[in-house]
């Protein structure tokens, strides 16, 4: 398989990266002032805010108010997490262009996450799924645990694709792999996607890799190598999940573009650009980026 000649980068900062922030919960107009400043970055996908119980994510209880406030450019698809219908209505209400699903590949982890069983989810998902469609509005699947659980280890990559299948034929159209708590390696990337992509075809195929162990950069090339062309990221590297004890944010963006450019890979976004806007937004949290590239371009 050739590498893909353009990569499309879904942009996780706002949501993935601020979830996990501990302490006060961020300000509604420095979430908005984020999406903003990636909306002018070339990003053509950005998941701006998450439909969850406010009393599992205070992070993220602000979601509509998020929504509201920020200035939409055309071209750009603002999507948003929805674990169930009172989510989607949430959403629905509040103009996301798009939806997300997000189930996982590891039983403990589902209960962990969304407080029921992998079987129980799916069929919660399944009006979620029915009722963005009848408002034309498309919906994402995420498995989670996809390179191992921080609670049941090592995941057999055939429940990986059997999650990912279901998710599929229940009408998601992109399955987003998540490595939630970055514990894969390339080899280890590669036969996860092979036994995924034998039930869902590598086109409708994403990766959402978290860099806990500092091999985010390395799996994704593995994949990318695949043939997969969609990649998670969020500037300077925000974030993690909050029910995955110890797992740091997903890659950062800025690096996985500084990689793309040097393959020739096309994907529209401003490297500088994202790096400013990664520096502004941990100038806020009261750190420096954690992006590697970030902090080698330096601030200009
Ligand atoms: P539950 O407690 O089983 O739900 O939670 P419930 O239906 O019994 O409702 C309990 C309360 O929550 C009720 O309020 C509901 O109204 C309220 P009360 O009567 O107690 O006042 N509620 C809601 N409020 C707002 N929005 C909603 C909503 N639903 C119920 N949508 C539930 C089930 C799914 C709601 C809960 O477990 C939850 O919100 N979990 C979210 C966990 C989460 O957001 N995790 C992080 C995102 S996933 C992730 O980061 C991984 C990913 O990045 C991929 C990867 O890295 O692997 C995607
Ligand atoms: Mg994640």
Same mark, same amino acid.
């Given at each position: 398989?050739?590498?893909?000649?353009?990569?499309?980068?879904?942009?996780?900062?706002?949501?993935d990266g601020l979830q996990n922030e501990s302490g006060p919960?961020?300000?509604?107009?420095?979430?908005?002032?984020?999406?903003? =400043?990636?909306?002018?970055?070339?990003?053509?996908h950005i998941e701006a805010a998450s439909f969850v119980s406010p009393k599992w994510v205070p992070q993220m209880g602000d979601a509509s108010a998020v929504m509201a406030g920020i200035t939409r450019k055309s071209g750009i698809t603002y999507s948003a997490l929805t674990p169930n219908l009172k989510g989607l209505e949430g959403a629905i209400a509040a103009g996301v262009d798009e939806v997300a699903v997000f189930g996982a590949a590891s039983e403990a982890f589902t209960q962990k996450n969304i407080n029921c069983s992998i079987k129980e989810s799916l069929e919660r998902f399944a009006p979620v799924i029915e009722m963005a469609k009848e408002h034309n509005i498309r919906v994402r699947g995420y498995v989670s645990t996809v390179m191992g659980c921080p609670y049941d280890?090592?995941?057999?990559?055939? =429940?990986?694709?059997?999650?990912?299948?279901?998710?599929?034929?229940?009408?998601?159209?992109?399955?987003?792999?998540?490595?939630?708590?970055?514990?894969g390696t390339p080899l280890k990337a590669k036969r996860m996607l092979e036994a995924v992509a034998k039930q869902v075809p590598v086109a409708n195929l994403a990766a959402h890799f978290h860099d806990t162990y500092g091999q985010a950069l390395a799996n994704l090339y593995a994949v990318v190598e695949e043939g997969v062309a969609v990649i998670d990221a969020s500037v300077a590297g925000l974030g993690g999940c909050p029910y995955a004890k110890g797992a740091s944010g997903n890659v950062a963006t800025e690096d996985v573009l500084y990689m793309l450019n040097g393959l020739g890979i096309e994907t529209g976004v401003d490297l500088q650009k994202l790096a400013q806007t990664g520096h502004w937004i941990t100038a806020q949290l009261g750190r420096s980026s954690g992006s590697k590239v970030a902090l080698a371009l330096g601030c200009k």
């Open positions: 398989m050739a590498f893909p000649k353009h990569v499309r980068l879904f942009e996780m900062g706002a949501r919960v961020i300000d509604t107009a420095i979430k908005v002032e984020l999406i903003n =400043q990636l909306s002018d970055t070339g990003l053509t280890g090592d995941i057999d990559p055939a =429940q990986v694709a059997a999650v990912s299948r279901d998710l599929m034929d229940m009408g998601c159209y992109e399955i987003s792999l998540g490595d939630t708590i970055g514990a």
